[in-house]
Nanobody, 126 residues
Framework: QAQLVESGGGSVQAGESLRLSCAVS??????????VGWSRQAPGKERELVAA???????DYNDSVKGRFTISRDNAKNTLYLQMDSLRPEDTAVYYC??????????????????WGQGTQVTVSS
């Protein structure tokens, strides 16, 4: 049973920054072998993929966050990060970290993630 725990969410004003972290444990294979990523969901809206990072470094971003968000990972610590700069009110959502299935395409599709954390709230006010 994999466990993913997000942290770092909070309330900020537009233009400010937050850094989210995700601690991962309980995977069948070493953390470094998996594609991992972030998704977000606002109340009443469908969850959308935000960013993903591969085993070797390549990344993929939703167009809405390109140039503002940076996804990274520390395989030695089994931890995933999302640096969010220049935050906007429309970034307000619950943010989830996820681990994709072994053998997923690159970048993995939303339905290819095997595990998601419980989420951390990000609120951006204007």
């Amino acid at each position: 049973q994999a466990q993913l725990v997000e942290s770092g969410g909070g309330s900020v004003q537009a233009g400010e920054s937050l850094r989210l972290s995700c601690a991962v444990s309980g995977l069948a294979q070493p953390f470094s072998r998996y594609y991992v990523g972030w998704s977000r969901q606002a109340p009443g809206k469908e969850r959308e993929l935000v960013a993903a990072i591969s085993r070797t470094g390549p990344t993929d971003y939703n167009d809405s966050v390109k140039g503002r968000f940076t996804i990274s990972r520390d395989n030695a610590k089994n931890t995933l990060y999302l640096q969010m700069d220049s935050l906007r009110p429309e970034d307000t959502a619950v943010y989830y970290c996820g681990v994709a299935k072994m053998g997923s395409r690159w970048p993995p599709l939303k339905n290819q993630y095997s595990y998601w954390g419980q989420g951390t709230q990000v609120t951006v006010s204007s």
